[in-house]
T-cell receptor
Framework: EADIYQTPRYLVIGTGKKITLECSQT?????MYWYQQDPGMELHLIHY???????EKGDLSSESTVSRIRTEHFPLTLESARPSHTSQYLC???????????????FGPGTRLTVL | KQEVTQIPAALSVPEGENLVLNCSFT??????LQWFRQDPGKGLTSLLL?????REQTSGRLNASLDKSSGRSTLYIAASQPGDSATYLC???????????FGAGTQVVVTP
């Protein structure tokens, strides 16, 4: 089983609050990803990182921001939560050395966010 | 722009039947195709990865085929069990950094 953790697992919060979703992995992976998933819909990549101090925006525009100060840690922050941010957020990681042909991503359990 | 489609969106079968799940993609320039399983309230678990040069991969009761030229992959699960009930997701890698593009999934229910 992959060692990638997300906290909190569930979060209900009011509009306007600042929130940070935590993601940590103990596998020493260089690449990390954040996906957003609405019920019954496909996962969309919102942020990714290839290593420390590297962050990029994904295919789906998001008002969230990320940071990568340590290899094992990739937190996602929403400065002012809104009901439209209600969704499931999944974090994943993979080894840089894997290459695109054989690269496998390992996923955390997800954070289900509800903004009232 | 790559689009990944999974049909059907939901499937219910009695225990013991074989499962056939379909995935199609619009751009054949892929590095690999992957099948994942997602259980309610949990993250994704990787099932099989087929490299672009391969035609199939097998793991236990699972077998996945890949036809790049027609943009299709099929996941076969032999002798289904209630524990196979989950959502199955197909994803392709289309860039050198390994970013995944997902389909919406097929929700499978195996009844005892």
């Amino acid at each position: 089983e992959a060692d990638i953790y997300q906290t909190p697992r569930y979060l209900v919060i009011g509009t306007g609050k600042k929130i940070t979703l935590e993601c940590s992995q103990t596998m020493g992976h260089d690449k990390m990803y954040w996906y957003q998933q609405d019920p019954g819909m496909e996962l969309h990549l919102i942020h990714y990182s290839y290593g420390v101090n590297s962050t990029e925006k994904g295919d789906l525009s998001s008002e969230s921001t990320v940071s990568r100060i340590r290899t094992e840690h990739f937190p996602l922050t929403l400065e002012s939560a809104r009901p439209s941010h209600t969704s499931q957020y999944l974090c994943a990681s993979s080894a840089l050395a894997g290459g695109p042909n054989t690269d496998t991503q390992y996923f955390g359990p997800g954070t289900r966010l509800t903004v009232l | 722009k790559q689009e990944v489609t999974q049909i059907p969106a939901a499937l219910s079968v009695p225990e013991g039947e074989n499962l056939v799940l379909n995935c199609s993609f619009t751009d054949s320039a892929i590095y690999n195709l992957q099948w994942f399983r997602q259980d309610p309230g949990k993250g994704l678990t990787s099932l099989l990865l087929i490299q672009s040069s391969q035609r199939e991969q097998t793991s236990g009761r699972l077998n996945a085929s890949l036809d790049k030229s027609s943009g299709r992959s099929t996941l076969y699960i032999a002798a289904s069990q209630p524990g196979d009930s989950a959502t199955y997701l197909c994803a392709v890698v289309t860039d050198s950094w390994g970013k995944l593009q997902f389909g919406a999934g097929t929700q499978v229910v195996v009844t005892p």
